[in-house]
């Protein structure tokens, strides 16, 4: 499913309007996680991350792990230093008041899977 | 001028008391100081979760024999355990002040699963309870954290960066080199003097060896060295910054 749709499905806050590329980028999979040395290691490439982690280092572990994009939880959003980095990143960031639990559930409705099943 | 001459001081500068709901009850000042002195250590730092409410009767329990330096340990809203040593009993106090508003109010389920915070005096005698939920994690940001104890004149290590739970790697999976860190703490899991040691040290900050005791038997189980001039907090900040020839060497 394109990025696009998702954040419309999902009625997410796009933190990332003005980046480029959301209409055309296919998500399969996804990972759940706030603890970033286990995303960095178990996170699919070109997946979406779910977490309520705010902190910058999000941004370096979604890039070197390749995600597509991050949707932050449960009201959570990170300051806007961390939505530049994403942008220079090409990374697309997110916004839902929705917990992780519910968001996953509605993205694996949607045919976003685990990595491992993607 | 001629350098000031330098001793060698053992540092264990990450020790609990029973104010941490995870410290053990026998944590107590004089026995922290008994501990301690047993283990050959000259200094050590009181660092409890997100409060600093025992360092000054462990200070008052140790005299002359021992240097207590007045710490805490915040867990940050990531869930990252950062450590802060301060030059004073007050600043400490004043720090913890802050650390501590952002935590909601114990209730008897809290103390039933984490454990007693006992607030204890010089003898080791209870007199009161710590009211904030110590064990939770603050809503303090590393940056602010990290802000805060700049604020009241401390130095900031990363806790434990070694272990799976709480250190920053773990929750950040990078180091953040941005945070302001002036020193690594390895626990006693890494042995001094190890490739993992060096690993860490590659960081480019000072690497301290802490026990993170919350038990009486840990307290010393791992130290620093350093080489001061007299084992205070003002030489402890000269050895981290490697100003006028204090050093920290890997004990």
């Given amino acids: 499913m394109k990025l696009e749709s998702i954040a419309r499905e999902l009625d997410l806050t796009d933190l990332t309007p003005t980046l ?43 890039s070197h792990a390749e995600l597509s994009a991050v949707i932050f939880t449960s009201g959570r959003a990170p300051d806007s230093e961390i939505v530049a980095k994403a942008m220079a990143e090409g990374l697309h960031l997110y916004a839902t008041e929705s917990d992780t639990f519910e968001t996953v559930g509605r993205l694996f409705a949607l045919g976003v899977k685990g990595g491992r099943d993607a | ?47 409890d979760h997100n409060a600093a409410g025992n360092t000054g009767a462990v200070g008052e329990a140790a005299g002359s024999r021992l240097t207590v330096i ?6 940050t809203s990531e869930e990252v355990h950062i450590v802060g040593l301060f030059p004073t009993v007050m600043a400490a106090a004043n720090a913890a002040d802050e650390v501590r508003e952002t935590l909601p109010v114990a209730d008897d389920d809290y103390t039933r699963f984490f454990g007693e915070q006992y607030l204890m005096s010089a003898d080791g005698t209870i007199y009161g309870r710590e009211p904030r939920a110590l ?48 020193a690594v703490e390895l626990s006693r899991h890494v042995p001094a003097g190890s490739a993992t040691t060096d690993g860490y040290a590659a960081y480019g900050l000072p690497v301290v060896h802490s026990s993170d005791s919350h038990y009486l038997e840990d307290v010393g189980c791992v130290a620093t060295e350093f080489g001061l001039a007299a084992p205070t907090f003002r030489e402890l900040v000269l050895a981290v910054k490697h100003r006028e020839g204090r050093v920290l060497a890997d004990a």
Wanted: hydrophobic share 50%; aromatic share 4%; net charge negative.
């Fill in chain 2, 70 to 75: 007045s710490g805490i340990e915040i867990t």
């Fill in chain 1, 20 to 62: 480029a590329g959301a209409a055309v980028a296919e998500v399969t999979a996804g990972y759940a996680s706030d603890l970033l040395s286990d995303v960095l290691a178990n996170a699919p490439e070109g997946g979406v991350l779910v977490t309520l982690q705010v902190h910058l280092n999000v941004v370096a572990v979604a």
């Fill in chain 2, 135 to 182: 064990a939770l994690a603050t809503s303090l940001g590393l940056d602010e954290a990290v802000e805060l104890i700049r604020r009241y004149g401390g130095l900031v290590i990363a806790a434990h960066i070694d272990r799976p739970t709480f250190g920053v790697i773990a929750q950040l999976g990078f180091f953040p080199y941005e945070a302001g860190f002036d």
């Fill in chain 2, 1 to 47: 001028m001629t350098p000031d001459p330098l001793m060698t001081v053992r540092a264990d500068l990450h020790v609990h008391t029973a104010l941490s709901p995870c410290g053990d009850d026998e944590m107590s000042p004089p026995a922290i100081v008994d501990a301690a002195l047993a283990a050959g250590l000259d200094v050590i730092a009181v660092c």
